[in-house]
């Protein structure tokens, strides 16, 4: 490149730039303000009908982290979340690798199918497993008569039923990603390590999941995110009695109008996943450059 | 061994692949069949005993408004979400900056603020505002549309930075060296490249502003309500079998247009996006 040229890509370049400002202003705006005015308010004492205190106070957190209820709360929005990721990252896999591989003429209608499962809010999907899950419904009948269990499973208003709503609510999603990370890896690695003889579950274990492991991980996050910010299925399906921090938080700004603490219980929900994904994303780091000096 | 072959002797993977298109269309499907029971009143039954479309007719008048308001807010949040997002990330990948990397985490962390959180936030800022300014952004449409780009705007940083960082600058470098003006640039050669991922963009940005609750039941009020809120309230509080009949509409119209979606842009567009 002669300098000209260099000088010219330069200027190009700033041009560009100018496109970031516009975004840049208006994202910041809507994170940092609204966001800051909310974390100054879980620092005041809620007076009731609106009013708040005129000290700083650590009293909100105090009651929070303090109050074995609310950090049981905490403890289980965390470990639905965790658990309802693990059983969606297992399903979508599979089915995401065979939409990536498969040459089948079926495979366009299958994207179709689940681009319209994706569409769908949850809240139908939701009045739709709360009619399949009873009881007499007719998931439970079936299981009845091919002899599997005897007596009805409890599938709803129960922890269980929050966690077949979370699966529901984030499985299409996260096989569309992961069909574009599977897209990524070219066929031709598997096939070279079947030729050397290696058998499927090995391929799977030694070639697949290693390059698929950062596309897993952040798939993984963007699915525990949607999880731990979701009530729909903790009221829904858990019969009001599955009380994750969402829900907690809904009641205190809608029945008990208590702001400055709702504040501080979203403070901390918003911590912890922050921490969560740092956290994976430092592991994800340490693991690819491990997997770059192997290569 | 061909990839047919292998992909063939996969059964474990086909076996959880039918079991998530199950457990998918499933519920969706119950809605559907369950909507067609004439007999009950105010309790559902699956599978139907008597076929009737009665339910059809007796759909409540604010549902098919919550439907506008819903497109509505879905419509403006994909458009708004793509230019903004779009712009974020034509900077992002070719500005040069040394910071491109920071500057990419920094407008995806919004999909690190859980939705709730999302929702209590813009509330608690809208009274603020309110008290501050006058301006009552509370349920209104410009409100909640603020609330909807701010959470989708990642989708589209993401989807066009991906497109973006594997085009070709060459192609633009040729355009210009055949005598074409910045505009007309942006316009013929940058816009077409980048017309899969802004149609990503759009498409998610429509996908979680058309399904979202935790974010609109905060910012609704009682003239100004979406759909899924509409629905959630109704299940929550007191159940109206016509938001079956409800749903059944809004499912068939949802896939009547993927599929002339599909027909007519095609999905591999939607699907081609790169994850971050």
Known sequence: ?295 | MTTAVRIRRQWFFWLITVGVYLFLLGPIVAVGLASLEGKQTYHFQFPPETFSLAWYLKIPHKYFQALGVSIVVATLTAILSVVIGGAAAIGIVRGGLRIAEPLKAFFSLPLQVPLVVTGVVFLQFYNQLAIASGIDLLGSLPGLVIAHVFVTVPYSVSTVSSVLARANPRLEEAARTLGASELSIFWRVLLPTLRPALFAGCFYGFIVSFGDVPVAVFLSSGGFVTLPVEIFQTLQFDFDPAVLALSTLVVVASAILIVLVQKLVGFDLVLAYAKR
């Open chain 1, 1 to 295: 490149m002669t300098e000209r040229d260099a000088t010219a890509a330069l200027s190009e370049e700033k041009r560009w730039r100018l496109f970031l400002w516009p975004p840049l202003i208006v994202s910041a705006t809507l994170l940092v303000i609204p966001q800051a005015s909310f974390v100054w308010m879980s620092l005041h004492k809620n007076l009731g009908m609106g009013l708040l205190g005129s000290t700083l106070t650590l009293e909100n957190y105090a009651r929070a982290l303090g109050d074995a209820f609310y950090l049981d709360c905490l403890w289980l929005t965390f470990w639905l979340s965790l658990v309802a990721t693990a059983i969606t990252l297992f399903l979508a896999f599979p089915a995401a690798y065979l939409l990536a591989r498969s040459r089948s003429a079926w495979i366009s209608f299958l994207i179709v199918l689940l681009l319209i499962s994706s569409f769908v809010t949850i809240v139908i999907k939701v009045l739709g497993l709360s009619l399949v899950l009873g009881q007499e419904g007719v998931v439970n009948q079936f299981l009845q008569w091919i002899g599997v269990i005897s007596v009805p499973l409890r599938m709803l208003n129960n922890q269980s039923g929050v966690i077949i709503g979370l699966i529901q609510y984030t499985l299409p999603f996260l096989v569309m990603l992961l069909f574009s990370v599977i897209q990524t890896i070219p066929v031709s690695l598997e096939e070279a390590a079947e030729l050397h003889g290696a058998g499927r579950i090995s391929t799977f274990r030694e070639v697949l999941l290693p390059l698929a492991l950062p596309g897993l991980i952040a798939g993984g996050l963007v699915t525990f995110n949607l999880n731990m910010g979701a009530f729909t299925s903790a009221v829904l399906l858990g019969g009001g009695k599955v009380l994750t921090l969402p829900v907690v938080i809904q009641r205190k700004i809608l029945l008990d109008v208590d702001y400055p603490f709702a504040a501080c219980l979203a403070t901390e929900l918003v911590v912890l996943v922050f921490l969560f994904n740092v956290a994976s994303t430092f592991f994800i780091r340490w693991k690819t450059r491990g997997a770059s000096q192997v290569r």
